[in-house]
């Protein structure tokens, strides 16, 4: 397998030397761990083009992790939005929810684990929504025989109680955080004093693009491989570029991976859509770069939900992993360059797509991703012709099912 | 009320360490936090930090944590914290340092949010979440308006970055005494025994020891070792927090002057 650098030069945005995207990223956080992101800073930029780090990244994608997954043509979906003329998108899926452990969080967390075990750290720490991310983590530090230790909030775990055993089993400690509203943002913070606590013994990996710099930069470099896939299975299929990127955004780390690759082409139009919970008129929804406000989360400046006071408010949606008042900082960036286009779907709405694919396709989508399959509803409609739309088939959506059944339930 | 950088001229002159105990505004509540700065003043403390109660305290421990969430649970807002810091003017000599995480200031917008905490006689500011790379633009505008902008060093703080840090802050320089968050330990990390003189050998600015230290014996170890101040946080909130007001202020006061006496022998 060849080596590709992580990040080709040819590439778009890079941030700049304090880690910023135009005004967001940077780096908001207590004096104490500053050494420690330069730290990881340094190593990220030796090995990142490293021959020898790239091969073992590379050969463990594919090996472990089933690396190159599919592009998925789908038919039926397709059919399902097309139009009395014969006209209408041609809607295509990439696989990420046929890696290991079932979602495209593993990309980051092995390379993460790989930088780690460089930098000399044993300890591995993380924190976790939907506990995609923990899972990932937890395999990866079972692989290599790194201590593990994953924040997740008390609503979290019991809404993603098949993920907490999964973790478990892996033989990960599961921390589980009450504070707050016991969900992602206050697993994060816990995660986050536990690194000022223990920076010298042990590596961070955070799971989204988001977080003090290098995190939204390095992040996106490891999911980066999700657009630069999608680039020659496209060129593959149909020798040209896809007219529509679609993916579901609560940080922003599958987007960040399908799009990044795609950038500096102006004709792909990049959809990011968010969680609008209950609705976005409602208190109760996750839709940050929609209905946000620029705010400092958790070391990064971004899009935040906030109150008139500038405290952090509470999030909401069925989807633990989109349940997040922040944002990558990329992602801010991107829709204020308006190179990227952001919206939000609703809860039912989510619910519905998770129906509609898994009845059509055959597909169990997490409930995450259904977000992504939800606004085919509103976008297919206002589309001239048969564009190409690839969407990022972030997750499975096996861990969701009990979450669906007792949705429908309660509201059935 | 004399700015920080006054405080620590004349304790220096009489060759005295400072104290500087720290509380949570709003807790219990707005008034017991107005008594309470009176009653550290007259207790022996020589400069006050106030901490504005914020949703996500990253720096902070569970003692400084719960303090915030259950003064925000009660609605506690920037407004009525700088209404308390108003009200004691010209009551309590020492002055008044707030605490507070970046987000609240940068979504005020930075001029108003200091010219607000100017007017209201806030004479410094910690901002834990701010480290030197993005204080630049929190710095200038504050000396402006007379306010000195504290900034922190670490344990895990290279020579080169103690340097700069040293160079920028105002007022006097927070040594963070531990890797870690705030809150009470069993003893004073050994390491700052270390840390004093080098961070001593690259400033004559003052130096104020926090983070961890919550005894009278933590505070009389880091006083021997050659600290300015002697900063004391959750050992405080705790003790405010439990019981009734009336007893939480008693345990204050007699913790306060306890403190105080260690350090000026």
């Known amino acids: ?412 | 009320m004399p700015t920080v950088s006054d405080c620590f001229s004349k304790l220096r002159a009489k060759g005295q360490c400072a104290l500087i105990p720290f509380i949570t505004a709003g807790d219990p509540d707005l008034d017991t936090t107005a008594k309470a700065l009176e009653v550290l003043d007259q207790a022996g403390a020589d400069i006050i930090e106030l901490g504005v109660p914020y949703s996500d305290p990253l720096a902070d421990g569970p003692t400084i944590q719960a303090a915030a969430t259950r003064a925000l649970k009660r609605g506690i807002k920037l407004e009525q914290v700088l209404q308390v810091v108003q009200s004691v003017q010209g009551k309590i000599a020492a002055p008044i340092v707030l605490f507070t995480y970046y987000n609240p200031i940068f979504y005020r917008g930075i001029e108003q949010f200091l010219d607000q905490v100017a007017a209201a006689g806030v004479k410094g500011l910690v901002v834990p979440d701010l480290p030197l790379e993005e204080a630049e633009g929190l710095l200038i505008p504050a000396k402006e308006r007379g306010i000195e902008v504290v900034l922190l060093v670490a344990p895990t703080s290279p020579r080169e970055r103690v340097e700069a840090i040293a160079q920028k802050s105002q007022g006097f320089i927070y040594l963070v005494s531990v890797t870690g968050v705030t809150g009470t330990r069993t003893e004073v990390a050994s390491k700052v025994k270390d840390l004093l003189p080098n961070l001593r050998a690259v400033t004559d600015k003052p130096i104020g020891v926090g983070f961890g230290i919550s005894q009278p014996e933590h505070a009389q170890q880091v006083k021997n070792w050659g600290a300015d101040a002697v900063i004391v946080g959750s050992a405080f909130v705790q003790r405010l927090a439990t019981g009734k007001p009336e007893e939480g202020l008693k345990a204050i006061a007699e913790f306060c002057q306890n403190l105080k006496s260690v350090i000026s022998v």
């Not at chain 1, 979602?103 to 929504?129: D, F, P, S, V, Y």
């Not at chain 1, 290599?144 to 993920?163: H, K, P, S, T, W």
């Not at chain 1, 896939?229 to 579901?248: V, Y």
């Open chain 1, 1 to 412: 397998m060849t080596t590709t650098p992580i990040n080709p030069s040819q590439t778009a945005t890079q941030p700049d030397s304090l880690g910023r995207f135009g005004q967001f990223g940077g780096k908001y956080v207590p004096e104490t761990l500053m050494p420690a992101l330069s730290e990881l800073e340094t190593a990220y930029q030796r090995y990142k083009n490293d021959p020898e780090f790239l091969e073992e990244l590379n050969a463990l994608l594919r090996d472990y992790v089933g690396r190159a997954n599919p592009l998925y043509f789908a038919e039926r979906l397709t059919a399902h939005y097309g139009k009395p003329d014969g006209t209408g998108p041609q809607i295509y899926l990439k696989r990420e929810d046929l890696n290991h452990t079932g979602a495209h969080k593993i990309n980051n967390a092995l390379g993460q684990a790989l930088l780690a075990r460089r930098m000399g750290k044993q300890r591995i720490i993380a924190e976790t929504g939907a506990g995609q991310h923990g899972v990932a983590t937890a395999t990866v530090c079972a692989r290599f025989g790194l201590d593990c230790v994953i924040y997740m909030g008390v609503q979290d775990m019991e809404r993603q109680a098949l993920n907490v055993f999964r973790m478990r089993l892996m033989g990960a400690t599961v921390q589980p955080v009450e504070a707050g509203t016991g969900t992602l943002k206050d697993a994060t913070s816990e995660a986050i004093r536990d690194w000022v606590t223990n920076v010298e013994t042990t590596h961070y990996i955070l799971g989204s693009v988001a977080g003090p710099h290098p995190y939204p930069m390095m992040v996106r470099d490891f999911h980066g491989v999700i657009g630069q896939e999608t680039r020659e299975q496209c060129q593959e299929k149909w020798g040209g570029l896809p007219d529509i990127l679609l993916a579901c955004v609560g940080g922003g780390s599958n987007a960040m991976g399908l799009f990044y690759e795609f950038v500096r082409d102006a004709s792909v139009r990049l959809i990011g859509v968010e969680a609008a919970g209950e609705g976005e008129g409602t208190l109760k929804h996750a839709a940050t770069l929609t209905k946000g406000r620029p705010g400092v989360l958790h070391g990064a400046m971004s899009y935040l939900l906030q109150d008139e006071e500038g405290q952090v408010t509470e999030a909401h949606s069925i989807s633990a992993g989109l349940d997040y008042p922040g944002v990558g900082p990329e992602h801010s960036y991107l829709k204020d360059s308006q190179r990227a286009e952001y919206y939000s779907v609703t809860d039912a709405e989510a619910v519905e797509a998770f129906q509609r694919l898994s009845r059509l396709e055959g597909i169990i989508p997490a409930l995450e991703t259904s977000h992504a399959f939800a606004y085919l509803e509103t976008l297919c409609p206002t589309l001239e012709g048969s564009p190409r739309i690839v969407i990022n088939c972030s997750g499975r959506g096996d861990k969701d099912v009990q979450t669906v059944a007792k949705y429908l339930e309660g509201n059935g």
